[in-house]
């Protein structure tokens, strides 16, 4: 495991000097195993360069944000070109409109759009649009699921307030008799029902929503008046090219997009339908690049290959072939790898790994043959992969499955997942 | 006034079918005068292009991201560079050490600085940290100051909660008095004072930080443990080359920066002193466009030609060129307008004019010159101004006092602002 990283340790110690904790955030590889790099040169389809020159075949496609592949030409030159126009001006382009348009169009439940930054922007706004509409405060949603970074969704709580996220009452995915637990707790206060798309939270395995709960939750929001929302950053146009729940015939009244909407630039959605349209037009919300015209331009690049392109049919191919290929070296080598979610969106876990001591050794050599997998995060496959990446990384597996057989019976203890193994959480 | 504006009303009735209320947020143009054009084409250097190929001086730079010119060639080109080798990855690239490097050299009170993309990121991290770092929960603020759009500190609460809003106590800016007494009633649970660099609230004259009330604040926090923060989004670089509040000599412990710092590229950013370092460091925050790299050498560019040219004296002798010609042409016009903030960003208010209609009658006479300037929220100046377009704006003012003058006997009621004269907010 000798590498030459020596431009990723000396980054390290100068960030070490001027950025808290050395780096922050979900791309900090401080739970990943030491041999991760922190910081890269540049990336191309499907591939990323290390700072120290390695080269990968990138199964995280930035946690989603790549789509269509790294500095798309076709994506990019539009950006470009807006960018030569106007990007940030003193207000939108008529490719605000025209974007708006394209999202109504395209997701089935939408009759309107509006366009924001973050992620978190997006479903913060859903859940005070909801407020806002039913004039109630309650909001239900399942444990563990990841809705952002901000005070109320939060998922590790220091410096906020439990005030933050009062009115919140939380429910298992996928359990219909918790989820009418929830809501009967939340008696005639039931603004919304916020709901992952499938399971992805870290460390455990994925699943995929049961119609019986998507149906569920679809009724108790209609017989109380209160608003379904669907949080589509992480697994929105992975999974269908509409709200990912329209692939189980669930449609729910707001929905949030993100990450890879603009293939990477910087822009998330916020749509919804006619039910909450006035509140979502009285809500106080905006920030200083939110009408920025380029990622705009992007983004109506991007949902033009969404529309015209076979990238969802293509991922999907790639998908099969990379879990059928891994659970064949796997059985092989006589490890039980649990590969959960959908196929476009894996995660692998090992049974019998509480601290993951397996994951890592078996990430550590996949990174070592060139292939970035993620031990504990679900990862994302993109349209500029090809069956012969795939292949690649299905040879890098039966390495790695090599390498983890002999090295299984004196693998060390992961100390910085020892909370995993004491049933804790970060 | 009769302009063809009709893309612009053609742009109008499609957005409101497909965004709720036709536009939202500060970009919105519900609040200004009707002839105030909703959709841009272009913009190049200190001037916009509607979509109805009508041109401006923007007085308005975007609400300030515009700091250096639209379309600037040297941040653009590094911008476009960066893009190609890499921007939204799967780990930030050594740029954000860089960045961070940069601006701690620049900054004078910080040690250390996080990225991030919206304001209110950057003002929601320095809140957490506040109260990671102090244990505490209360946070002192100036009523009317906006530090964001989130539901902690919305300006409009429609939607959010008073539980958002817990543990926050309000005081009048400037006033040493009325600080005193919030800081008194936080008791030994104060967090942070949340202090403006000037007071910019929109609607009402802006003032400068008095020595007093800023040395005071400091004074404070340094007796009772917590942390002083200085919310620069807005002003920053507009002021100093460093943290605003170092004009007047107090150092807060921590500030944040966002708009122009990477020239309208979308990129906040949090900086701090040591004592608050181990609490940035713990608190749980990130975004996944906040690595991006593109922007990040963007802020780069900017920050050098921040270091390297002499555009605050520029715009800062621009500005004082506005004040003293405006005055002039004001006092000769007979109109009692008054002009507050620093010249750099300036608010025109006039005398006895509850609803604003001499305000919208002025700025709307500017507009049909071809200067864009704002009623009632303070506007920027940027280093692309020249002498010649500043004397252009005065040749303008000349005539628009001129108008005003012709109609201020007869000027119709602002409607939509009525809730100013009648003692309310928006």
Request: hydrophobic fraction near 45%.
């Amino acid at each position: 495991m000798a590498r030459a990283n020596s431009r990723d340790r000396e980054l390290r110690e100068r960030a070490a000097a001027v950025i808290p904790g050395g780096m922050y955030g979900h791309q900090s590889t401080a739970l990943l195993p030491d041999d991760y790099p922190q910081y890269f040169e540049r990336g191309e389809g499907a591939h990323i360069w290390d700072v120290d020159g390695k080269r990968y075949l990138d199964m995280m496609c930035a946690y989603g944000p790549n789509l269509f592949g790294y500095a798309n030409p076709q994506i990019d030159a539009a950006f470009v070109r807006q960018l030569g126009l106007g990007d940030t001006l003193t207000g939108p382009t008529a490719l605000m409109v025209e974007l708006a348009e394209a999202f109504v169009a395209m997701v089935g439940h939408a009759d309107w759009a509006m366009f924001c930054k973050n992620g978190t922007d997006a479903t913060t706004m859903a859940l005070t649009t909801a407020r806002a509409h039913t004039r109630r405060k309650t909001v239900v949603r399942a444990k563990g699921a990841y809705h952002g970074a901000a005070p109320w969704c939060v998922p590790r709580p220091t410096g906020t307030l439990e005030t933050d996220r009062a009115y919140q009452i939380i429910c298992d995915y996928n359990d219909v008799a918790s989820l009418e637990a929830a809501v009967a707790q939340a008696g005639d206060d039931l603004a919304c029902i916020f709901a992952a798309p499938f399971k992805h939270d870290a460390f455990i395995d994925q699943a995929e929503p049961e119609l019986a709960y998507a149906r569920r939750a679809r009724e108790l929001c209609d017989a109380t008046g209160a608003l379904l929302v669907v949080d589509d950053v992480r697994a929105g146009l992975r999974i269908a090219r509409d709200c990912s729940w329209a692939k189980i015939g669930v449609q729910p009244d707001l929905s949030t997009f993100g990450k890879c909407v603009a293939n990477g630039h910087a822009l998330s959605v916020f749509v919804g339908n006619n039910k909450a349209r006035n509140a979502a037009a009285k809500i106080f919300v905006t920030g200083s690049f939110w009408f920025q015209a380029a990622p705009m331009a992007a983004a109506i690049e991007t949902l033009g290959l969404v529309r015209e392109t076979d990238y969802l049919e293509r991922i999907t191919g790639l998908g099969e072939r990379l879990r059928d290929g891994l659970a064949e070296r796997a059985k092989a080598a006589g490890f039980a790898m649990r590969q959960t979610g959908p196929v476009t969106m894996p995660l692998f876990l090992f049974d019998d790994d509480p601290d993951l001591r397996k994951g890592f050794c078996f990430s550590s050599a996949m990174l070592e043959r060139g292939v970035y997998v993620h031990p504990w995060h679900n990862m994302f496959l993109c349209a500029a992969m090809t069956q012969a990446d795939i292949d690649g990384a299905l040879a890098a597996a039966e390495g790695a499955f090599g390498d983890l057989a002999r090295q299984s019976a004196t693998l060390p203890p992961v100390g910085k997942l020892a909370f995993l193994a004491a049933g804790g959480t970060r």
